[in-house]
């Protein structure tokens, strides 16, 4: 039996590179197999396995514990394949990428595609250039897909665990609801949930009911929509569009069909994304701008003015950030600036938002956060940034800063931040690297 590669034997506290980044390829041809790899390299994060037979792969049952997120493999090779061997692959539901060579753009003729292996999810030709362009843009395609959560509305069928197993392949997260008010909970609490797939119906619902439904709530921008139908004609397609859906599909349909479609879907998705947080994040540190803070805060308050929710906010300062600028220039500046960032991210509540606001300052504003809750909160941040090790020029440099917090009651979220600014200048005026409360109790607990 040949031996294990040793990249397969390296333990996940050694590897240089994330589980979910590692390939393996099986080629018998050591140029292509060199071209592709050139490829593969610009690639960051990212481990190829080389195998030259796939019955080197076969034999090596272990490679099933490594962690591979993709196969490329010869399509003559996968033509060896038995059926038995097929279906073991298949429960397995690692992606697969053919790798074709010659005059054979694909291999329809040497497998039966997609049908019959649905884990084959493309076949590449890697002569040309373009060929291996488009095998780099399907390995990060795999990669990227398992940043989107897809819930699917769909009744318990053979079709549903089909579609979940082949979304699973593509390495989608998943998420099955059961009733439309399961959907919407899940939409609200959830909102790394851009994706919806709708079935014909679910309980007693319509799949263009639920669509409506879903659409009455969330636009474009929030929730993308593909429909899918058992029966029909295209008038059902014209109905599911008319009432919000982005795109349709009619059973029977080929599984690379769902997939390029979706795909299209996703893309854009992306896109609105990317949009979005070019106009609500900062450049430099990835929190939330100023925009975003008044935009969001502005409807938080107006929730509490309604006695809906408290609110506190929260304004930090970075002390003497213009020295660290004089002293070590700009980019260690920026360097404080993206650590102290890290750490304020990390601390608060997926509820509370946390943004730079200018320069070395930024406001952070909270839901529900009781008084004991909020001191131990920030004083924990004081001292997690007051432990931060700095080292600019070979000389390590202690980093603090100062803190305004209150939750007292306001006439405008503008009047709650200049309080909460004024208590930060106070902190700073009693000798920085401190905090000011002034609170009142509001609720017993942070809430989660």
Same mark, same amino acid.
């Given at each position: 039996?040949?031996? *294990?590669?040793?990249?397969?034997?390296?333990?996940? =506290?050694?590897?240089?590179?994330?589980?979910?980044?590692?390939?393996?390829?099986?080629?018998?041809?050591?140029?292509? &197999?060199?071209?592709?790899? @050139?490829?593969?390299?610009?690639?960051?994060?990212?481990?190829?396995?080389?195998?030259?037979?796939?019955?080197?792969?076969?034999?090596?049952?272990?490679?099933?514990?490594?962690?591979? $997120?993709?196969?490329?493999?010869?399509?003559?090779?996968?033509?060896?394949?038995?059926?038995?061997?097929?279906?073991?692959?298949?429960?397995?539901?690692?992606?697969?990428?053919?790798?074709?060579?010659?005059?054979?753009?694909?291999?329809?003729?040497?497998?039966?595609?997609?049908?019959?292996?649905?884990?084959?999810?493309?076949?590449?030709?890697?002569? =040309?250039?373009?060929?291996?362009?488009?095998?780099?843009?399907?390995?990060?395609?795999?990669?990227?897909?398992?940043?989107?959560?897809?819930?699917?509305?769909?009744?318990?069928?053979?079709?549903?665990?089909?579609?979940?197993?082949?979304?699973?392949?593509?390495?989608?997260?998943?998420?099955?609801?059961?009733?439309?008010?399961?959907?919407?909970?899940?939409?609200?609490?959830?909102?790394?949930? !851009?994706?919806?797939?709708?079935?014909?119906?679910?309980?007693?619902?319509?799949?263009?009911?639920?669509? !409506?439904?879903?659409?009455?709530?969330?636009?474009?921008?929030?929730?993308?929509?593909?429909?899918?139908?058992?029966?029909?004609?295209?008038?059902?397609?014209?109905?599911?569009?008319?009432?919000?859906?982005?795109?349709?599909?009619?059973?029977?349909?080929?599984?690379?069909?769902?997939?390029?479609?979706?795909?299209?879907?996703?893309?854009?998705?992306?896109?609105?994304?990317?949009?979005?947080?070019?106009?609500? !994040?900062?450049?430099?540190?990835?929190?939330?701008?100023?925009? $975003?803070?008044?935009?969001?805060? =502005?409807?938080?308050?107006? =929730?509490?003015?309604?006695?809906?929710?408290?609110?506190?906010?929260? *304004?930090?300062?970075?002390?003497?950030?213009?020295?660290?600028?004089?002293?070590?220039?700009?980019?260690?500046?920026?360097?404080?600036? @993206? @650590?102290?960032?890290?750490?304020?991210?990390?601390?608060?509540? &997926?509820?509370?938002?946390?943004?730079?606001?200018?320069?070395?300052?930024?406001?952070?504003? *909270?839901?529900?956060?009781?008084?004991?809750?909020?001191?131990?909160?920030?004083?924990?941040?004081?001292?997690?940034?007051?432990?931060?090790?700095?080292?600019? &020029?070979?000389?390590?440099?202690?980093?603090?800063?100062?803190?305004?917090?209150?939750?007292?009651?306001?006439?405008?979220?503008?009047?709650?931040?200049?309080?909460?600014?004024?208590?930060?200048?106070?902190?700073?005026?009693?000798? @920085?690297?401190?905090?000011?409360?002034?609170?009142?109790?509001?609720?017993?607990?942070?809430?989660?």
């Amino acid at each position: 039996m040949p031996s *294990m590669p040793e990249d397969f034997a390296i333990e996940k =506290s050694q590897a240089k590179v994330a589980p979910e980044h590692r390939v393996v390829m099986v080629h018998h041809s050591n140029s292509a &197999k060199a071209n592709i790899l @050139r490829e593969l390299k610009v690639i960051e994060d990212f481990k190829t396995v080389e195998l030259s037979d796939l019955d080197e792969l076969i034999a090596n049952e272990a490679w099933l514990s490594a962690p591979t $997120f993709c196969l490329l493999i010869e399509d003559s090779q996968l033509n060896r394949l038995s059926s038995e061997q097929k279906k073991q692959w298949i429960q397995r539901g690692l992606p697969i990428v053919g790798l074709s060579h010659g005059d054979k753009f694909g291999h329809h003729e040497l497998v039966s595609y997609p049908n019959d292996f649905p884990n084959l999810i493309d076949c590449i030709n890697c002569d =040309s250039s373009l060929g291996l362009f488009k095998l780099l843009e399907c390995i990060n395609r795999i990669r990227e897909n398992a940043q989107h959560q897809i819930m699917v509305l769909y009744p318990e069928t053979v079709e549903r665990e089909y579609l979940i197993r082949m979304l699973k392949i593509y390495r989608f997260n998943v998420a099955t609801v059961s009733s439309i008010a399961e959907a919407l909970s899940l939409l609200e609490e959830r909102k790394d949930f !851009r994706i919806a797939i709708v079935g014909p119906h679910l309980g007693t619902m319509s799949g263009v009911e639920l669509i !409506r439904c879903l659409r009455s709530i969330h636009d474009h921008d929030r929730l993308a929509i593909l429909g899918l139908s058992e029966q029909g004609t295209w008038s059902t397609a014209q109905s599911y569009l008319k009432s919000g859906a982005n795109d349709f599909l009619l059973f029977p349909f080929s599984d690379e069909e769902f997939y390029f479609r979706l795909l299209n879907i996703v893309r854009t998705a992306e896109i609105i994304d990317r949009l979005t947080s070019a106009a609500t !994040r900062d450049h430099l540190t990835g929190l939330h701008n100023r925009r $975003f803070l008044f935009d969001l805060g =502005s409807k938080l308050f107006a =929730s509490t003015q309604r006695g809906q929710i408290a609110m506190t906010v929260g *304004m930090v300062d970075i002390d003497h950030f213009k020295a660290i600028n004089d002293t070590f220039g700009h980019e260690a500046g920026n360097e404080v600036l @993206r @650590r102290v960032a890290d750490i304020l991210g990390k601390r608060f509540r &997926k509820t509370d938002v946390v943004a730079r606001i200018g320069g070395e300052e930024f406001a952070i504003l *909270m839901v529900n956060m009781s008084d004991e809750g909020m001191r131990d909160c920030f004083e924990g941040l004081r001292q997690r940034i007051e432990s931060e090790f700095f080292c600019f &020029k070979g000389l390590p440099v202690q980093v603090t800063a100062s803190f305004g917090v209150t939750n007292q009651p306001a006439s405008s979220l503008q009047e709650l931040l200049e309080h909460a600014d004024k208590l930060l200048y106070l902190a700073k005026g009693k000798g @920085r690297n401190r905090i000011e409360f002034n609170t009142v109790p509001a609720f017993s607990s942070m809430g989660d």
